[in-house]
């Protein structure tokens, strides 16, 4: 029995206009995002571990989870925030302090963890990870 398990969050919704859009994105933008790590907080329960992930702005579509009995891997990417045209194009960056582009961060478990018992939601820009303990 294969002891990972991937969790997809991830479905296919793109179109054609949005393959331009990230083509023009890409081609246009001043500099490639670096890869950074969300903040987590980690919880020992009595059944388990619960992973909270502050991932503010990320569609659950752009969210990987790779859960091995000891290990849980997060991986995704969060566009950049920008002014929508309601609010008004942006003549001037003030401050830029909101992480985006490509994420991962990986979490060592305590002790092994049922793969198949991995549950995952997301509410109000946090994501919450529950992994069971394998007893």
Same mark, same amino acid.
């Given at each position: 029995?294969?002891?990972?398990?991937?969790?997809?969050?991830?479905?296919?919704?793109?179109?054609?206009?949005? @393959?331009?859009?990230?083509?023009?994105? @890409?081609?246009?933008?001043?500099?490639?995002?670096?890869?950074?790590?969300?903040?987590?907080?980690?919880?020992?329960?009595?059944?388990?571990?619960?992973?909270?992930?502050?991932?503010?702005?990320?569609?659950?579509?752009?969210?990987?989870?790779?859960?091995?009995?000891?290990?849980? @891997?997060?991986?995704?990417?969060?566009?950049?925030?920008?002014?929508?045209?309601?609010?008004?194009?942006?003549?001037?960056?003030?401050?830029?302090?909101?992480?985006?582009?490509?994420?991962?961060?990986?979490?060592?478990?305590?002790?092994? @963890?049922?793969?198949?018992?991995?549950?995952?939601?997301?509410?109000?820009?946090?994501?919450?990870?529950?992994?069971?303990?394998?007893?």
């Amino acid at each position: 029995m294969d002891s990972i398990r991937r969790i997809k969050l991830r479905w296919l919704h793109g179109t054609l206009g949005d @393959v331009g859009y990230q083509f023009t994105r @890409v081609r246009f933008a001043p500099m490639a995002p670096q890869s950074w790590q969300p903040p987590i907080n980690a919880f020992r329960c009595e059944k388990g571990v619960r992973i909270c992930v502050d991932l503010a702005g990320v569609d659950r579509s752009m969210i990987d989870l790779t859960v091995q009995p000891q290990r849980l @891997v997060i991986r995704g990417e969060r566009q950049p925030p920008e002014p929508s045209d309601a609010q008004g194009r942006a003549i001037q960056m003030l401050a830029f302090e909101i992480d985006y582009g490509p994420f991962e961060r990986t979490v060592d478990l305590p002790e092994r @963890v049922n793969v198949e018992g991995a549950h995952a939601e997301q509410s109000n820009g946090l994501l919450w990870i529950n992994l069971p303990f394998d007893r």
